[in-house]
Protein backbone atom coordinates (compact mmCIF):
# COMPACT_ATOMS: atom_id res chain seq x y z
CA UNK A 1 0.00 0.00 0.00
CA UNK A 2 1.26 3.45 -0.57
CA UNK A 3 1.89 6.04 1.66
CA UNK A 4 -1.34 8.08 0.85
CA UNK A 5 -3.75 4.87 0.91
CA UNK A 6 -1.67 4.44 4.36
CA UNK A 7 -3.27 7.63 5.43
CA UNK A 8 -6.59 7.25 3.91
CA UNK A 9 -6.51 3.72 5.58
CA UNK A 10 -5.54 5.04 9.40
CA UNK A 11 -8.19 7.89 8.86
CA UNK A 12 -10.76 5.04 8.56
CA UNK A 13 -9.50 3.39 11.49
CA UNK A 14 -9.37 6.17 13.49
CA UNK A 15 -12.78 6.48 12.64
CA UNK A 16 -14.02 2.87 13.70
CA UNK A 17 -12.36 3.14 16.83
CA UNK A 18 -14.63 4.55 18.84
CA UNK A 19 -13.52 8.25 17.77
CA UNK A 20 -16.60 10.69 16.50
CA UNK A 21 -15.95 9.74 12.28
CA UNK A 22 -15.50 13.50 11.85
CA UNK A 23 -12.36 13.59 13.86
CA UNK A 24 -10.16 12.59 10.82
CA UNK A 25 -10.98 14.89 8.51
CA UNK A 26 -8.66 13.65 5.39
CA UNK A 27 -5.79 11.43 4.85
CA UNK A 28 -2.34 13.22 4.29
CA UNK A 29 -0.16 12.47 1.73
CA UNK A 30 2.71 10.81 3.76
CA UNK A 31 5.31 13.55 3.89
CA UNK A 32 8.27 13.16 6.68
CA UNK A 33 10.58 15.63 7.31
CA UNK A 34 12.58 17.28 10.54
CA UNK A 35 11.57 19.39 12.95
CA UNK A 36 11.89 20.96 16.43
CA UNK A 37 9.54 20.59 19.08
CA UNK A 38 8.97 23.67 20.58
CA UNK A 39 6.18 21.97 23.47
CA UNK A 40 4.61 19.74 24.53
CA UNK A 41 1.04 20.49 25.70
CA UNK A 42 0.14 16.52 26.40
CA UNK A 43 0.77 13.21 25.96
CA UNK A 44 -0.28 13.20 22.39
CA UNK A 45 0.07 16.32 21.50
CA UNK A 46 3.43 18.68 20.26
CA UNK A 47 4.24 21.76 18.67
CA UNK A 48 6.91 21.81 16.23
CA UNK A 49 9.06 24.12 14.46
CA UNK A 50 10.30 23.54 11.16
CA UNK A 51 12.75 26.57 10.22
CA UNK A 52 12.11 28.60 7.27
CA UNK A 53 8.98 26.78 6.32
CA UNK A 54 5.85 28.40 6.26
CA UNK A 55 2.31 29.23 4.26
CA UNK A 56 4.10 31.78 2.16
CA UNK A 57 6.87 29.42 1.44
CA UNK A 58 4.40 27.23 -0.39
CA UNK A 59 5.45 24.23 1.12
CA UNK A 60 4.58 21.69 0.87
CA UNK A 61 1.55 22.45 -2.22
CA UNK A 62 -2.09 21.78 -1.38
CA UNK A 63 -0.37 20.65 2.07
CA UNK A 64 -1.78 20.69 5.54
CA UNK A 65 1.23 21.55 6.85
CA UNK A 66 2.07 24.17 4.96
CA UNK A 67 -1.73 25.61 4.88
CA UNK A 68 -1.47 26.26 8.83
CA UNK A 69 2.22 26.64 10.18
CA UNK A 70 2.66 29.62 11.03
CA UNK A 71 6.29 30.75 10.40
CA UNK A 72 6.66 26.95 9.98
CA UNK A 73 4.64 25.94 13.56
CA UNK A 74 2.17 22.76 13.50
CA UNK A 75 0.41 21.25 16.47
CA UNK A 76 1.26 17.43 15.90
CA UNK A 77 -1.57 14.77 17.20
CA UNK A 78 0.48 11.72 17.50
CA UNK A 79 -1.07 8.64 15.67
CA UNK A 80 -2.48 5.58 16.84
CA UNK A 81 -2.35 6.38 20.71
CA UNK A 82 -4.47 8.46 23.35
CA UNK A 83 -3.00 10.13 26.43
CA UNK A 84 -4.85 11.29 29.65
CA UNK A 85 -6.36 14.64 29.03
CA UNK A 86 -4.27 17.48 30.55
CA UNK A 87 -6.40 20.36 32.05
CA UNK A 88 -5.42 23.97 31.89
CA UNK A 89 -7.77 26.83 33.21
CA UNK A 90 -8.56 29.11 30.14
CA UNK A 91 -8.39 32.12 29.93
CA UNK A 92 -9.17 33.83 33.64
CA UNK A 93 -10.03 30.36 34.38
CA UNK A 94 -12.97 30.47 32.28
CA UNK A 95 -13.66 28.94 28.56
CA UNK A 96 -12.72 29.29 25.79
CA UNK A 97 -9.74 27.51 25.65
CA UNK A 98 -10.32 25.78 29.10
CA UNK A 99 -9.95 21.65 29.66
CA UNK A 100 -10.57 19.55 32.93
CA UNK A 101 -7.44 17.29 34.05
CA UNK A 102 -7.86 13.77 33.93
CA UNK A 103 -5.91 11.53 36.17
CA UNK A 104 -2.33 10.69 35.40
CA UNK A 105 -2.70 13.58 32.75
CA UNK A 106 0.43 15.55 33.70
CA UNK A 107 2.57 12.61 34.01
CA UNK A 108 1.89 11.35 30.57
CA UNK A 109 3.06 14.35 29.54
CA UNK A 110 5.89 14.75 31.77
CA UNK A 111 6.98 11.36 29.86
CA UNK A 112 6.44 13.02 26.63
CA UNK A 113 8.24 16.27 27.70
CA UNK A 114 11.22 14.03 28.44
CA UNK A 115 11.29 12.19 25.36
CA UNK A 116 10.93 15.12 22.62
CA UNK A 117 11.10 18.65 24.19
CA UNK A 118 13.69 21.20 21.97
CA UNK A 119 14.62 18.04 20.16
CA UNK A 120 14.96 17.45 16.65
CA UNK A 121 12.14 14.53 15.47
CA UNK A 122 11.23 12.57 12.78
CA UNK A 123 7.77 13.66 11.18
CA UNK A 124 6.05 10.94 8.94
CA UNK A 125 2.31 12.46 8.49
CA UNK A 126 -0.89 10.28 8.58
CA UNK A 127 -3.94 12.40 8.51
CA UNK A 128 -5.72 15.97 9.44
CA UNK A 129 -8.29 15.72 12.25
CA UNK A 130 -11.22 17.78 12.25
CA UNK A 131 -9.10 20.61 14.68
CA UNK A 132 -6.63 20.90 12.13
CA UNK A 133 -3.74 19.22 13.85
CA UNK A 134 -1.45 16.92 11.53
CA UNK A 135 -1.67 13.47 12.84
CA UNK A 136 1.62 11.75 12.44
CA UNK A 137 4.48 8.98 13.64
CA UNK A 138 7.36 10.66 15.58
CA UNK A 139 10.81 9.44 16.12
CA UNK A 140 13.93 10.19 17.61
CA UNK A 141 16.99 8.66 16.51
CA UNK A 142 15.25 6.00 15.05
CA UNK A 143 12.57 4.80 17.98
CA UNK A 144 9.25 5.39 17.66
CA UNK A 145 7.75 8.25 20.10
CA UNK A 146 4.19 6.87 19.55
CA UNK A 147 5.39 2.93 20.61
CA UNK A 148 7.29 4.34 23.43
CA UNK A 149 4.76 6.24 24.83
CA UNK A 150 2.20 2.63 24.83
CA UNK A 151 5.45 0.83 25.70
CA UNK A 152 5.76 2.89 29.13
CA UNK A 153 2.19 2.76 30.06
CA UNK A 154 1.57 6.75 29.55
CA UNK A 155 -0.99 6.00 26.57
CA UNK A 156 -3.56 3.80 25.37
CA UNK A 157 -3.40 2.33 21.86
CA UNK A 158 -5.56 3.48 19.52
CA UNK A 159 -5.29 0.96 16.33
CA UNK A 160 -7.39 -1.86 17.49
CA UNK A 161 -8.74 -2.12 13.84
CA UNK A 162 -4.96 -1.68 12.43
CA UNK A 163 -3.40 -4.36 10.96
CA UNK A 164 0.20 -3.10 12.19
CA UNK A 165 -0.53 -5.20 15.84
CA UNK A 166 2.51 -3.42 17.59
CA UNK A 167 0.85 -1.05 19.74
CA UNK A 168 -1.68 -4.09 20.84
CA UNK A 169 0.45 -5.75 22.11
CA UNK A 170 3.00 -2.89 23.96
CA UNK A 171 -0.32 -1.80 26.00
CA UNK A 172 -0.54 -5.66 26.94
CA UNK A 173 2.53 -5.81 28.32
CA UNK A 174 2.37 -2.38 30.12
CA UNK A 175 -1.14 -3.68 31.59
CA UNK A 176 0.93 -6.71 32.84
CA UNK A 177 3.81 -5.17 34.13
CA UNK A 178 1.88 -2.61 35.97
CA UNK A 179 3.55 0.42 34.20
CA UNK A 180 2.15 4.13 34.30
CA UNK A 181 -1.10 4.56 34.21
CA UNK A 182 -1.74 0.86 34.52
CA UNK A 183 -0.65 1.03 37.87
CA UNK A 184 -4.14 2.81 38.39
CA UNK A 185 -7.15 0.85 39.22
CA UNK A 186 -10.06 0.62 36.15
CA UNK A 187 -8.19 3.58 34.28
CA UNK A 188 -10.74 5.40 32.29
CA UNK A 189 -10.29 5.58 28.36
CA UNK A 190 -9.52 9.10 27.17
CA UNK A 191 -12.04 8.82 24.81
CA UNK A 192 -14.59 7.69 27.36
CA UNK A 193 -13.56 10.72 29.36
CA UNK A 194 -13.82 13.41 27.04
CA UNK A 195 -17.49 12.16 26.21
CA UNK A 196 -18.29 12.14 30.26
CA UNK A 197 -16.69 15.99 30.23
CA UNK A 198 -17.78 17.13 26.91
CA UNK A 199 -19.37 20.01 28.50
CA UNK A 200 -15.66 21.14 30.15
CA UNK A 201 -13.45 20.46 27.16
CA UNK A 202 -13.51 22.92 24.56
CA UNK A 203 -9.96 23.13 21.54
CA UNK A 204 -7.72 25.79 21.60
CA UNK A 205 -7.79 27.75 18.26
CA UNK A 206 -6.28 26.30 15.00
CA UNK A 207 -2.98 27.71 14.04
CA UNK A 208 -3.31 29.58 11.09
CA UNK A 209 -0.94 31.56 8.44
CA UNK A 210 -0.31 35.27 9.79
CA UNK A 211 -1.98 34.53 13.24
CA UNK A 212 1.21 35.73 15.20
CA UNK A 213 3.87 38.00 14.44
CA UNK A 214 7.01 38.83 16.34
CA UNK A 215 7.33 41.95 18.68
CA UNK A 216 3.21 42.48 18.05
CA UNK A 217 2.63 41.14 22.03
CA UNK A 218 4.09 41.20 25.22
CA UNK A 219 1.94 40.04 28.14
CA UNK A 220 -0.61 37.38 28.61
CA UNK A 221 -3.32 39.04 28.65
CA UNK A 222 -3.38 39.46 25.32
CA UNK A 223 -2.57 35.58 24.05
CA UNK A 224 -5.45 33.87 22.94
CA UNK A 225 -4.83 30.40 23.78
CA UNK A 226 -1.91 28.45 25.09
CA UNK A 227 -0.36 27.28 21.53
CA UNK A 228 -0.04 30.93 21.23
CA UNK A 229 1.53 31.94 24.16
CA UNK A 230 4.51 28.89 23.65
CA UNK A 231 4.89 30.44 20.12
CA UNK A 232 6.35 33.75 21.55
CA UNK A 233 7.78 32.37 24.46
CA UNK A 234 10.03 29.81 22.42
CA UNK A 235 9.90 31.55 18.92
CA UNK A 236 10.08 34.76 19.42
CA UNK A 237 11.38 34.76 23.27
CA UNK A 238 9.38 36.88 25.13
CA UNK A 239 10.30 36.05 28.29
CA UNK A 240 7.47 37.88 30.44
CA UNK A 241 5.88 35.13 29.44
CA UNK A 242 7.38 33.04 31.46
CA UNK A 243 8.68 34.37 34.91
CA UNK A 244 9.26 30.99 36.64
CA UNK A 245 11.36 30.39 33.81
CA UNK A 246 9.87 26.84 33.80
CA UNK A 247 8.83 26.44 30.06
CA UNK A 248 5.50 26.65 30.73
CA UNK A 249 3.96 30.03 29.39
CA UNK A 250 0.60 32.08 31.48
CA UNK A 251 0.43 29.60 33.95
CA UNK A 252 -3.33 30.62 34.53
CA UNK A 253 -3.58 29.66 30.37
CA UNK A 254 -0.96 27.05 29.59
CA UNK A 255 -0.46 24.99 33.24
CA UNK A 256 -1.34 21.83 33.53
CA UNK A 257 -3.04 20.07 36.16
CA UNK A 258 -0.11 18.95 38.54
Known amino acids: MNRAGTGLFCAVLLCLNGTACGDVLRPDSGQEFSARVIAVLDGDTVLILRKGVGAAAGYPPASSVGERGAGGLVKIRLAEIDA ?12 PNSQKAQSFGAASRSS ?31 FSVN ?18 RRYIALEKQARQAGRGLWAQHDPTPPWLWRKQHAAETDFSPVLAPGDYACG ?11 DEAHYYLTVCGVK ?18 R
Open 84 to 95: PEVGHAGMGGQP
Open 112 to 142: LVEMVLHRQVRVHTVAVDKYGRTVAQLTVNG
Open 240 to 257: TLNPKNDGIPCEKLCASG
Open 216 to 226: SKHHCSQMRSC
Open 147 to 164: EEMVRRGMAWEYSRYHSD
